[in-house]
């Protein structure tokens, strides 16, 4: 049984940082690519981050990048998204995933899904 847990997340002012944290258990972690998405109210599930089973490759979107940091710790099992910068429009539901990179981190196949960590950015 897979589970992934998130954490750290909270209310920031514009401006701020946060880390979110993503404890997995149940697999071999260091086999899978990981990746954080979010979903404001209303609004469809948005793609944020992802990195490789080895962390030696990482990839954003354009809306995030140069301001989130995906890392992970494969002795610990544990992924982070290290957020600076945060603006109103970060605020969101963020979730962590689980998935087979078999194409490009573009293309990773998600299959497991934490419950989400709630990230509010005030203004």
């Known amino acids: 049984q897979v589970s992934l847990l998130e954490s750290g997340g909270g209310l920031v002012q514009a401006g701020g940082s946060l880390r979110l944290s993503c404890a997995a258990s149940?697999?071999?972690?260091?086999?899978?690519?990981m990746g954080w998405f979010r979903q404001a109210p209303g609004k469809e599930r948005e793609f944020v981050a992802a990195i490789s089973g080895s962390g030696g490759s990482a990839y954003y979107p354009d809306s995030v990048k140069g301001r989130f940091t995906i890392s992970r710790d494969n002795a610990k099992n544990t992924v982070y998204l290290q957020m600076n910068s945060l603006k109103p429009e970060d605020t969101a539901v963020y979730y962590c995933a689980t998935g087979r990179n078999l194409s490009g981190l573009r293309r990773v196949k998600y299959d497991y899904w934490g419950q989400g960590t709630q990230v509010t950015v005030s203004s």
């Open positions: 149940g697999r071999t972690f260091s086999n899978y690519a």
